[in-house]
């Protein structure tokens, strides 16, 4: 009798961990800096880079970082909805324009639209590898102490906004006031 | 044949030639061996089975480049690993280190040295007591 429970068991396990393992998201890497100050950086602006931008200019309120370059495809495909979310209007979207080329990214943000209030020209990537960016789009929530409560990888959708970030951004503007 | 053979070296020489960073980082050797050994301790976020070492992928790139630019202003290996594990998460490290969610990781070996041992421990006791003639298998006595 046991000849055959063992066997079938270790079967049985083996299958219900390849069953756990395919549902599950491999390519999300967790990240170290949620629940840490957002990295602070300083960048030349992609609309006028004579001018410089940092996000300390946006402390004490919550607002997006939206990682991005015109060379990625699936940034492409979330424009439509950054363009929508900045519509809407309920936090900044801030724009981090990681290794590309000024005069792509500009024609990019002119042919598309433009749903940043600004946008950070990062053409070495230092700034993105400050925010542990491995691939754009990369999506961040900083409240208003200025601490990262979210990171989201993938392309952005209206439906993600609303699950997951506005009630994020409620909670932030909740504990601020 | 002999075709075959050139067609196996020219595909070998292809593969030498994309090696990644052609020139040697740095002047001196010594430096070069400790900016090699770093960077063979690093993954590539992008490309995730690779380290940065092997990787051509731009964040790989970026991320030797930084690796450089680090060693050259002093820093000790430690300071790089951990630069690396601020941003990325202990994930960036081929070699994690031991923390509780790794002990079944790091444990892994000895667990299934230990079991397999106890496994085959249990079966030649088993057999051990057995007759030598097993009258199922007639085959036995023939062989």
């Known amino acids: 009798m046991l000849r055959f429970i063992i ?23 967790p990240s170290p800096l949620i629940g840490k100050p957002a990295p602070i950086f300083e960048l030349p602006r992609v609309d006028d880079p004579t001018q410089k931008f940092s996000n300390r200019e946006l402390a004490g309120r ?21 363009m929508q979310i900045a519509r809407r ?11 590309d080329e000024l005069p792509l990214a500009q024609r990019w943000l002119q042919a598309l639209g433009n749903p940043y209030v600004v946008s950070g020209f990062d053409p070495e990537g230092n700034v993105g590898i400050d925010w542990g960016a491995y691939g754009a ?26 699950r997951e970030f506005l009630p994020r951004i409620e909670q932030s503007g909740a504990k601020g006031e | 044949m002999k075709a075959l053979f050139a067609i196996f070296a020219a595909v070998l020489w292809a593969q030498l030639a ?20 770093v960077i ?3 993954r590539c976020l992008q490309c995730r089975s690779e380290t940065i070492a092997d990787s ?22 430690q300071e790089i690993f951990q630069h690396m594990v601020d941003r990325y998460g202990d994930y960036v490290l081929y070699k994690p280190p031991v923390t509780p969610r790794t002990w ?26 057995l007759p030598d003639t097993d009258p199922a298998d007639p085959g036995l006595g023939a062989s």
Not at chain 1, 9 to 14: E, H, W
Not at chain 2, 18 to 37: C, G, H, S, W
Request: some cysteine.
């Open chain 2, 40 to 42: 063979r301790e690093l």
């Open chain 2, 104 to 129: 079944l990781l790091w444990g892994a070996p000895i667990l299934l040295l230990v079991g397999g041992g106890a496994i085959a421990a249990f079966v030649i006791a088993r057999k051990s007591h």
């Open chain 2, 56 to 77: 051509n992928a731009t964040l790989a790139a970026d991320l030797r480049r930084q690796t450089r630019e680090m060693m050259a202003a002093g820093k000790s290996d």
């Open chain 1, 137 to 162: 789009p990369e999506t961040f929530l900083v409240d208003a102490q200025g601490i990262i409560v979210y990171k989201y990888v993938s392309p952005m959708t209206l439906d993600v906004w609303q």
């Open chain 1, 89 to 99: 209007g309920e936090v900044p979207l801030v724009g981090l324009n990681w290794k």
């Open chain 1, 62 to 82: 919550p607002y997006v970082v939206n990682i991005w370059g015109s060379w990625c495809v699936a940034c492409r495909e979330e424009h439509e909805a950054l």
């Open chain 2, 18 to 37: 994309l090696a990644i960073d052609t020139a040697p980082a740095f002047a001196d050797p010594a430096q070069q061996a400790r900016y090699e050994r």
């Open chain 1, 7 to 29: 066997p079938i068991g270790l079967f049985a396990a083996l299958v219900g961990f390849l069953f756990i393992g395919l549902g599950r998201d491999k390519q999300t890497l």
